[in-house]
């Protein structure tokens, strides 16, 4: 069964860069047939998708969050990560990170739990 | 302001029938690109709830069905029991934005 698990600091202060790691197991990160994104919900609010990757390192991400994110791959490792830079409070949320079953309308399945990021001095 | 629209809240009474609707535009499910649904139990992560408009995972019970027309998408939810209370999103796939949009999320009470 495949899981999916977050890692990273859950503290970041304004104007630095929020790290990520989704550690993959249960299948491999390498197949061709899925992508794997991330998806983050600020506290209270709803779902807003940041982007995803191929196992290639191919990437396409969100236009509003583009130029602050970036994604990478590590197959060895069967692990994805997330950098957002220059954070601000508004980018406190849950970091979710999932495989992308990507058709012409790509879905998510299955999520990670989950890693609250708070952005704060 | 989210690109798909969804109703905040809806409620109903156990074993009634239920839905949650889900607004888009001619670039998402007005332009034939299939939506999506997520159960988010409280304190949880969103689950895949029903796929490519209207199917469902294995596991999903057969209560949980959803369905296309023009622009809009719907989620039915019949013969309501309390562990269905939760948040239900809608996703899809938006040709201008030229990714993945989410509605706003809908607050299922069971009274």
């Known amino acids: 069964q495949l899981q999916l698990q977050e890692s990273g600091p859950g503290l970041v202060k304004p104007s630095e860069t929020l790290s990520l790691t989704c550690t993959v197991s249960?299948?491999?990160?390498?197949?061709?047939?899925?992508?794997w994104g991330w998806i983050r919900q600020p506290p209270g609010k709803g779902l807003e998708w940041i982007g995803s990757?191929?196992?290639?390192?191919?990437?396409y991400y969100n236009p509003s969050l583009k130029s602050r994110v970036t994604l990478s791959v590590d197959t060895s490792k069967n692990q994805f990560s997330l950098k957002l830079s220059s954070v601000t409070a508004a980018d406190t949320a849950v970091y979710y990170c999932?495989?992308?079953?990507?058709?012409?309308?790509?879905?998510?399945?299955?999520w990670g739990q989950g890693t609250l990021v708070t952005v704060s001095s | 302001q989210s690109v798909l629209t969804q109703p905040p809240s809806v409620s109903g009474a156990p074993g009634q029938r239920v839905t949650i609707s889900c607004t888009g535009s001619?670039?998402?499910?007005?332009?034939?690109?299939?939506v999506h649904w997520y159960q988010q139990l409280p304190g949880t992560a969103p689950k895949l709830l029903i796929y490519?408009?209207?199917n469902r995972p294995s596991g999903v019970p057969d209560r949980f069905s959803g369905s296309n027309s023009g622009t809009s998408a719907s989620l039915a939810i019949t013969g309501l029991q309390a562990e269905d209370e939760a948040d239900y999103y809608c996703?899809?796939?938006?040709?201008?934005?030229?990714?993945?949009?989410f509605g706003g999320g809908t607050k299922l009470t069971v009274l």
């Open positions: 999932a495989r992308v079953v990507v058709v012409v309308s790509s879905r998510f399945d299955p």
């Open positions: 249960g299948g491999s990160i390498s197949s061709s047939s899925y992508y």
């Open positions: 990757i191929y196992y290639s390192g191919s990437t």
């Open positions: 001619s670039s998402n499910i007005g332009a034939g690109y299939d």
């Open positions: 490519a408009n209207m």
């Open positions: 996703q899809s796939y938006d040709s201008s934005l030229s990714g993945s949009v």
